[in-house]
């Protein structure tokens, strides 16, 4: 049994949806980011980051495992799935997530900041990050246009970029014009452990609405920006 610590946010989701395409059994345990949840010792012991995802896996001893690509890696490895073992095919696996874990999330992440949460509307920090991410996505559509999948098969890579990917409209971003990253998109979605992850726990708003519930997602993110706290990010 893995006990997963998360949160309705992409990296959050990431764990989620490979613990259902793994079909690894799992006791999900949502933390409350408003009100602080990862910082309380109890969960710095197993992230001393205080930061969702982490996951301990009860049948290795309670090992603690923190950062979603590391959880990712650890999880295919342990099951020897959503990972080539050849060197070569293991590589370009590791280097599609590192592109999610070092672009993509952190660019997102800011467009999501500057576009939703902060409250001044800076329009040349806005421009700049949702800049950066059509840049990013044109890069996975240039990929993705002779390849069914990021790396050859369906991997940790592909379901790293999609948790992110698919939340596009909250940062401001369109892709209507990347054919090929929208069919990914689409055909990713269609998966039955997709469907469940995302749902690990539900996300707390419609990305594409700003309905009052969306509002007040994003009323509450902007007032853990200006305390200083860890965004959330809606997924």
Known sequence: MIDLYTAATPNGHKISIALEELALPYKLHTLSLSEKEPKQPWFLAINPSGRIPAIVDRAADDFAVFESGAILLYLAEKTGRLLPTDVKGRSLVIQWLMFQMGGIGPMMGQANVFFRYFPEKIQPAIDRYQAECKRLFRVLDGQLKEHEFLAGDYSIADIANWAWVRTH????????????????????RRRPAVQKGINAPPSAIDRDADDEQALKFAADARQMVEMGEPRPSAG
């Open 169 to 188: 409209r909250w940062s401001g971003v369109a892709i209507d014009d990347l054919p090929s990253l929208q069919r990914w998109c689409e055909e990713i």
